[in-house]
C-alpha cells in the first residue's frame, strides 16, 4: 500500500504556470445581448435565399461565374446554407471535361476549379495547371499561392468576417449577398453568446480556477477556439462541449507540465484508465477535484445527452481519447523530469498526439455525429494519416507559439530545442526547419482530403478546423493563454460586435 500513497520524504516544490487571471468573468458573460434576433431576420434572412439558389441553379452561367458565386458564398460564411446546391453545381463543372480545357488558359479559373473540388472531395491533380502553360516564374508562384494553403488554414468564421469587408469593397458586390452575409454573420453570433453563457456557467460553479489557481482561466479563449472547429448554427451542442473539453484538457495539462510530481501523474494516469469513482481516494486534493469534475463532465455527455437522443453509449470511446492523451502527457513528463532530451522523431511521435488534436478529433466527432458511427470512431481511433499529419501541424505551431515560455518556465523541450540539440542549429534556424515541415504536412493533409473516409464532409471538415483553429491561434504567438490582444480581437469579432449593417 506504501507505494501507492502520497507522502513525500521531501517537501515538493510545487510551480504555477503564472498565466494571467481571465479577462472575461461569468459576470461579464452573461451580460452579452445582441439584437439580430433569428426570430426579428427570420423572413429576410429566407426572401435572401432563395435568391441566391436561384443564381445558383443558372445554368445558362457560365462555369467560371458559378465558381467565384461559390467561393463567396463559402468564404463570406454562408457555404452552410447551400450545401444541396453547392455540391451539383460542383458535379456539372467536374463532369464537364470541355470546362478543363478551356480553363487550361486562364489561371485564375484554373486554380479556383482545383481548389474547389478538391475542397468538395474530387479526385483532381494540380498537375495538369502546371505542365502545361506556365514559363513566367511569378506567375507559377502565384498560381501556387493560390492553389495551396493561405485560405485553408483560416478559421472560417475570422474569414468571413474579413471576406464581408473585402466583398463590401469589390467592382461585382452583389448588396443582396452582402445583406444575407451580414445578417447570417450576426444572427448566428447571437446564437454563441447564449452558448457561452451555458458553458461558461459550469466552468465557474466548478470554481476550478480558484481551487487550482496554477492553472490557465480560459473558458472564453476555449469556446473561441469551438467557434473555430464548428461554426454552423446547428451545432451549438458540439461547441458547448468542446469548450468543457478544451479547457479541461488545458488545466490537466497544466497538471502535467508543471504541477504534479511523477508519482501523482502516474496516480492520475491510473485512475484514467481505470474510470473508478474509488480511485479518487488515492490521490492528492487538487488532483481529486480535477478528476471528479472531468468524470462528471464526461459521465454527464454519455448518459444525459448522448445516450438519451441516440441510445448509443460512448463512455468506452471518450474514455479512451481522454486516457490516449494523459498517457502521452506523462511520457513528457517523465522526460522532463529525468532531464531526457528526444530525438526529433521520438518527440513528434508523442507529441502530435500530446498536443490534443486526435483526442479532440474523437471528441468533437461525437459531439455533433447523430446517429454516431461505429465505423467512423475506429477509423479515428485507429489513427489514420490525416490526424498523423495534423497533430503535427499543430504540435509544430503550438511549439512555435509557446515553447519560448515553456522552456522558461521549465518544461520538456519541444520540437524547436530537440532540433537544435540532436543538429547543432541556430534557433533561428530550428524555427525554420520545423516551418517547412509543417507546409510539407499541410500538403500530406490536402491529398488525405481526396481519399475515401467513413466520414461525412461536415465531419471531415470539422476535423481540419481544429487544426486551422490551433494554426490561427498558435503560429505566431499563444492566442489561448497569452494576453498579447490576439484572444482579445477574436472574441470581440467572433462574440461580442455585430458587423454593421
Ligand atoms: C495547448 O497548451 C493548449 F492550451 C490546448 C488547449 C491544446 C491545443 C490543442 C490543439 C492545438 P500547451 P503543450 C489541437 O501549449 O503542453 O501548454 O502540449 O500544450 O505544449
Ligand atoms: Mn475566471
Ligand atoms: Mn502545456
Ligand atoms: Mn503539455
Ligand atoms: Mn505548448
Known sequence: ?????????????????????????????????????????????????VNVIEMLNDVAKPNLAQLELIDDLQRLGLGYHFEQEIKSVLMKIYEDQSSETLERSDL?????????????????????????????PNLSIKVRYALELPVNWRMLRLEARWYIDFY?????????????????????????????????RWWKELDMSTKLSFARDR???????????A????????????????????????????????????????????????????????????????????????????????????LPHLKKAWFELVKCYLVEARWYHSGYTPTL???????????????????SYIFLANPIEKEALEFLEDMPDILHSLGTVCRIVDDNGTSSDEIARGDVPKSIQCHMFHNGTSEEAARAEMRALM????????????RDMPLSSPNIETILNIGRSGHYVYYDSDGYAGQDGKSKAMFLSLVVQPVPL
Open 1 to 49: 500500500m506504501s507505494t501507492l500513497t502520497v507522502n513525500h520524504p521531501l517537501p515538493v516544490v510545487r510551480r504555477s504556470g503564472n498565466y494571467k487571471p481571465c479577462i472575461w468573468d461569468d459576470d461579464f458573460v452573461q451580460t452579452l445581448a445582441t439584437d439580430y434576433t433569428k426570430e426579428r431576420f427570420n423572413g429576410r434572412v429566407n426572401e435572401l435565399k
Open 108 to 136: 485564375h479559373a484554373a486554380a479556383l476549379r482545383f481548389r474547389l473540388l478538391r475542397q468538395h472531395g474530387y479526385r483532381i491533380s494540380q498537375g495538369l495547371i502546371f505542365f502545361c502553360n506556365i514559363t513566367d
Open 168 to 200: 463590401s469593397r469589390s467592382n461585382n458586390m452583389n448588396p443582396e449577398l452582402l445583406e444575407l452575409a451580414k445578417l447570417d454573420y450576426n444572427t448566428v453570433q447571437g446564437l454563441y453568446q447564449e452558448e457561452l453563457k451555458i458553458a461558461s
Open 219 to 229: 473558458l472564453v479563449e476555449s469556446f473561441i477556439w469551438t467557434v473555430g472547429i
Open 231 to 314: 461554426p454552423q448554427p446547428q451545432f451549438g451542442n458540439c461547441r458547448i462541449e468542446a469548450a468543457k473539453a478544451i479547457q479541461m484538457i488545458s488545466v490537466i495539462d497544466d497538471i502535467y507540465d508543471i504541477y504534479g510530481t511523477v508519482h501523482e501523474l502516474e496516480l492520475f494516469t491510473d485512475a484514467i484508465e481505470r474510470w473508478d469513482i474509488n480511485s479518487v481516494q488515492l490521490l492528492p486534493d487538487y488532483m481529486r477535484i480535477c478528476f471528479l469534475a472531468l468524470y462528471n463532465m464526461v459521465n454527464e455527455t454519455v448518459h444525459h445527452y448522448i445516450h438519451r437522443e441516440q441510445n448509443t453509449d460512448v
Open 345 to 363: 522523431e521520438e518527440y513528434l511521435e508523442n507529441g502530435k498526439l500530446s498536443i490534443a488534436l486526435p483526442s479532440l478529433a474523437t471528441q
Open 439 to 450: 507546409r510539407k504536412k499541410w500538403r500530406e493533409i490536402n491529398a488525405c482530403r481526396a
